[in-house]
């Protein structure tokens, strides 16, 4: 299982919003089709197809528990799953 898997279940499960590691969730975002841009501490994620416009920024490490929540939404409303690593 790799880690993007570990962050993807994470995520979906809720149990630990607050114990995200920030990089753990940029790195699930781009595994997820999602494109990065970086404006000062915002890291904004576009995908085609989606409306939604994800812009998360770091505390101490970690996602802020309300962002992953809005993270796990969109998943869920979009039904996106992890291609296979090759």
Same mark, same amino acid.
């Given at each position: 299982?790799?880690?993007?898997?570990?962050? =993807?279940?994470?995520?979906?499960?809720?149990?630990?919003?607050?114990? #995200?590691?920030?990089?753990?969730?940029? *790195?699930?975002?781009?595994?997820?089709? &999602?494109?990065?841009? %970086?404006?000062?501490? *915002? &890291? %904004?994620?576009?995908?085609?197809? %989606?409306?939604? #416009? #994800?812009? =998360?920024?770091?505390?101490?490490?970690?996602?802020?528990?309300?962002?992953?929540?809005?993270?796990?939404? =969109?998943?869920?409303?979009?039904?996106?799953?992890?291609?296979?690593?090759?």
């Amino acid at each position: 299982m790799s880690s993007s898997d570990k962050t =993807l279940t994470q995520v979906l499960t809720a149990q630990a919003d607050a114990n #995200i590691r920030f990089t753990e969730l940029r *790195h699930l975002l781009v595994r997820l089709g &999602f494109s990065e841009r %970086i404006r000062g501490d *915002h &890291f %904004i994620y576009t995908r085609e197809g %989606i409306g939604e #416009i #994800i812009n =998360l920024q770091p505390r101490a490490g970690k996602a802020k528990p309300y962002q992953v929540r809005q993270v796990r939404a =969109l998943i869920v409303k979009y039904g996106m799953m992890l291609e296979d690593e090759e």
